[in-house]
């Protein structure tokens, strides 16, 4: 591999921060889902569509660029990424209607889909296979301060200045992070081909399957509230855009610390057992959101609690299925960030109809039964006795 001679310093800083960027180009209209329904003229659950549609957009995008763009060097293809990024972001600024906006994010997102997953490949390329694990933890943790600072900022921006504004900030983010990325990304990183025959050779692991629909209803759950986490807060508290954005903060920080003590923990646990502790850690918090529904502070230590499980149970699917399958590790790491975004959709799709309807204190309820679900398809992929170091 050419890259061995280059210096990799800081490259692994370097794929996380652009994972803040992806985060918060998709999470953006979460955080000013009130905001861009006034400033756009159309209704709260009109708004949540650029969740919905965009969400389908990387579900589809990831595994379709991940074989498109299997040979192309990654230095070149994550800083193209980023570029699209940042640009459809400063774009969205100056979007002047709601159907341009939809457009220039289906456009950015179809492109930026390719990001976490082939960001987490390349991490697998650039360490020794001993640091594999807590090294894809730590691209992924991107996510997380994505959430825990990224969201809260959006949230405040778009909420004192203007939803234009907080575009405005994602796309600067998002050229800085390029220059970063191109700076300390070594050339010459390819991975191995992704062709059709690759997808049927995971349709046929058992594990990797179950990984993915774990990976799926772990991500509907979410967000049939995630995705209305500021208007339910509203309605069902009387919560303003400051408790809102602490919330969002809350989410994010205990995010940041469940992913961080995850790194730490997961190459003497084992990704197994280190996704299960962090699966219970969400269900909890899920859960806590529904019983605790109409009362502030209850909702609001639900969400330090689903934080913890948040960002760190995606990125141990993602080792996990690194584990599964090492040389199909691209087009498997493609395919669970698809599901996530399929996830995505179907949960915030889930979670339109019952806030449309008004059903604001069964969406907790709803979220719950797909984490339990998440949580025993899991406990389907437990590893041999002799296997369990390794999974």
């Given at each position: 591999?050419?890259?061995?001679?280059?210096?990799?310093?800081?490259?692994?800083?370097?794929?996380?921060?652009?994972?803040?960027?992806?985060?918060?180009?998709?999470?953006?209209?979460?955080?000013?889902?009130?905001?861009?329904?006034?400033?756009?003229?159309?209704?709260?659950?009109?708004?949540?569509?650029?969740?919905?549609?965009?969400?389908?957009?990387?579900?589809?995008?990831?595994?379709?660029?991940?074989?498109?763009?299997?040979?192309?060097?990654?230095?070149?293809?994550?800083?193209?990424?980023?570029?699209?990024?940042?640009?459809?972001?400063?774009?969205?600024?100056?979007?002047?209607?709601?159907?341009?906006?939809?457009?220039?994010?289906?456009?950015?997102?179809?492109?930026?889909?390719?990001?976490?997953?082939?960001?987490?490949?390349?991490?697998?390329?650039?360490?020794?296979?001993?640091?594999?694990?807590?090294?894809?933890?730590?691209?992924?943790?991107?996510?997380?301060?994505?959430?825990?600072?990224?969201?809260?900022?959006?949230?405040?921006?778009?909420?004192?200045?203007?939803?234009?504004?907080?575009?405005?900030?994602?796309?600067?983010?998002?050229?800085?992070?390029?220059?970063?990325?191109?700076?300390?990304?070594?050339?010459?990183?390819?991975?191995?081909?992704?062709?059709?025959?690759?997808?049927?050779?995971?349709?046929?692991?058992?594990?990797?399957?179950?990984?993915?629909?774990?990976?799926?209803?772990?991500?509907?759950?979410?967000?049939?509230?995630?995705?209305?986490?500021g208007p339910l807060l509203t309605q069902l508290t009387g919560a303003d855009a400051n408790e809102i954005g602490l919330v969002f903060a809350l989410y994010g920080i205990f995010g940041f610390i469940g992913i961080v003590v995850a790194t730490r923990i997961v190459d003497?646990?084992?990704?197994?057992?280190?996704?299960?502790?962090?699966?219970?850690?969400?269900?909890?918090?899920?859960?806590?959101?529904?019983?605790?529904?109409?009362?502030?502070?209850?909702?609001?230590?639900?969400?330090?609690?689903?934080?913890?499980?948040?960002?760190?149970?995606?990125?141990?699917?993602?080792?996990?299925?690194?584990?599964?399958?090492?040389?199909?590790?691209?087009?498997?790491?493609?395919?669970?960030?698809?599901?996530?975004?399929?996830?995505?959709?179907?949960?915030?799709?889930?979670?339109?109809?019952?806030f449309g309807r008004d059903l604001l204190a069964s969406m907790g309820y709803v979220a719950v039964v797909f984490i339990i679900l998440a949580l025993l398809t899991?406990?389907?992929?437990?590893?041999?006795?002799?296997?369990?170091?390794?999974?």
């Amino acid at each position: 591999m050419t890259s061995l001679d280059t210096p990799r310093r800081f490259a692994p800083t370097a794929l996380m921060l652009g994972n803040v960027v992806t985060g918060c180009s998709v999470f953006a209209p979460a955080g000013m889902l009130r905001e861009l329904a006034a400033g756009l003229d159309v209704s709260v659950r009109t708004a949540s569509l650029l969740i919905t549609f965009g969400a389908v957009t990387l579900c589809l995008g990831s595994p379709i660029t991940a074989w498109l763009t299997s040979r192309i060097d990654r230095r070149r293809l994550l800083t193209a990424s980023l570029t699209v990024l940042g640009l459809c972001n400063l774009a969205s600024a100056f979007a002047p209607d709601y159907a341009s906006l939809m457009v220039i994010r289906i456009v950015m997102l179809a492109i930026g889909a390719l990001y976490t997953p082939q960001a987490a490949g390349t991490a697998a390329l650039i360490v020794p296979a001993a640091r594999r694990g807590s090294t894809i933890a730590y691209v992924f943790l991107g996510w997380s301060v994505a959430a825990a600072v990224g969201l809260p900022l959006i949230t405040f921006i778009a909420s004192h200045i203007g939803w234009r504004a907080a575009y405005l900030a994602i796309g600067a983010t998002g050229i800085v992070s390029l220059l970063l990325l191109a700076w300390r990304l070594p050339g010459g990183l390819r991975g191995a081909p992704v062709e059709l025959k690759t997808w049927a050779e995971l349709g046929r692991n058992r594990i990797v399957v179950l990984l993915l629909l774990a990976t799926t209803l772990q991500m509907s759950g979410q967000f049939v509230v995630f995705t209305f986490m500021g208007p339910l807060l509203t309605q069902l508290t009387g919560a303003d855009a400051n408790e809102i954005g602490l919330v969002f903060a809350l989410y994010g920080i205990f995010g940041f610390i469940g992913i961080v003590v995850a790194t730490r923990i997961v190459d003497s646990w084992g990704a197994y057992r280190t996704s299960l502790l962090f699966t219970c850690m969400l269900f909890g918090g899920v859960a806590g959101w529904a019983l605790g529904a109409g009362s502030y502070f209850m909702m609001a230590g639900a969400v330090a609690v689903w934080g913890l499980g948040f960002a760190s149970t995606n990125s141990m699917q993602q080792v996990r299925l690194v584990a599964a399958a090492p040389k199909l590790a691209s087009a498997s790491v493609s395919l669970n960030t698809s599901v996530l975004y399929i996830g995505q959709a179907a949960g915030s799709a889930v979670g339109g109809v019952l806030f449309g309807r008004d059903l604001l204190a069964s969406m907790g309820y709803v979220a719950v039964v797909f984490i339990i679900l998440a949580l025993l398809t899991i406990l389907m992929t437990r590893p041999a006795r002799r296997l369990a170091a390794l999974a």
